[in-house]
Antibody, heavy 122, light 110 residues
Framework: QVTLKESGPALVKPTQTLTLTCTFS??????????VSWIRQPPGKALEWLAR???????FYSTSLKTRLTISKDTSKNQVVLTMTNMDPVDTATYYC??????????????WGQGTLVTVSS | SSELTQDPAVSVALGQTVRITCQGD??????SSWYQQKPGQAPILVIY???NRPSGIPDRFSGSTSGNTASLTITGAQAEDEADYYC?????????????FGTGTKVTVL
């Protein structure tokens, strides 16, 4: 059974750097074809894709947030870490990680973690 | 980034059929998937690779694509289908290696 769970601070101050961890089980990011993404959702708003990391350490980012995001993996711990710099109140959202399945250009996200709410406020 | 546009809200009578649409240029080139999200919960996959259902998803859910429009149809809607639904595809604006979600549709079962 594949599961993912997000963890990190519930509250960060403006200008601080956010670090979130996605801990997963049921698969290995050492396995060819495995990929994990981060997605966020501001309260009452739509989903927004943030970043992706592949088994071969390829990394991809949202064009609008590219300069602020870094995604990395620790395969020994079965973890994917996302950092976002210069946090602003508009970054208040629930942050999800999800495994990517399928083939290039025909992917889907399944399963998703439960999400972690991050509030940006002074 | 490219956009995927959905109707904000639709309603359907219990047991009737509802179709949710998702429009965007990226759908002409890339596959789509659909996600159901109930209040306070994480999204779950209901349709992948245009028209495939994961195990555990009822067969009243189906997907299709024509041109720049992807559709999710619920045939015989049940009370438990009341939720927000999001489509997803690739970003066709130049950042082909990224993804884009639709604006979301709130489905109300009357």
């Amino acid at each position: 059974q594949v599961t993912l769970k997000e963890s990190g601070p519930a509250l960060v101050k403006p200008t601080q750097t956010l670090t979130l961890t996605c801990t997963f089980s049921g698969f290995s990011l050492n396995t060819t074809g495995m990929r994990v993404s981060w997605i966020r959702q501001p309260p009452g708003k739509a989903l927004e894709w943030l970043a992706r990391i592949d088994w071969d350490d390829d990394k991809f980012y949202s064009t609008s947030l590219k300069t602020r995001l870094t995604i990395s993996k620790d395969t020994s711990k079965n973890q994917v870490v996302l950092t976002m710099t210069n946090m602003d109140p508009v970054d208040t959202a629930t942050y999800y990680c999800a495994r990517i399945n399928g083939w290039e250009f025909r992917e889907w996200f399944d399963p998703w973690g439960q999400g972690t709410l991050v509030t940006v406020s002074s | 980034s490219s956009e995927l546009t959905q109707d904000p809200a639709v309603s359907v009578a219990l047991g009737q059929t509802v179709r949710i649409t998702c429009q965007g240029d990226s759908l002409r080139s890339f596959s789509s998937s659909w996600y159901q999200q109930k209040p306070g919960q994480a999204p779950i996959l209901v349709i992948y690779d245009k028209n495939n259902r994961p195990s555990g998803i009822p067969d009243r859910f189906s997907g299709s694509t024509s041109g720049n429009t992807a559709s999710l149809t619920i045939t015989g809607a049940q009370a438990e289908d009341e939720a927000d639904y999001y489509c997803k595809s690739r970003d066709s604006s130049g950042n082909h290696l990224g993804y884009v979600f639709g604006t979301g549709t709130k489905v109300t079962v009357l």
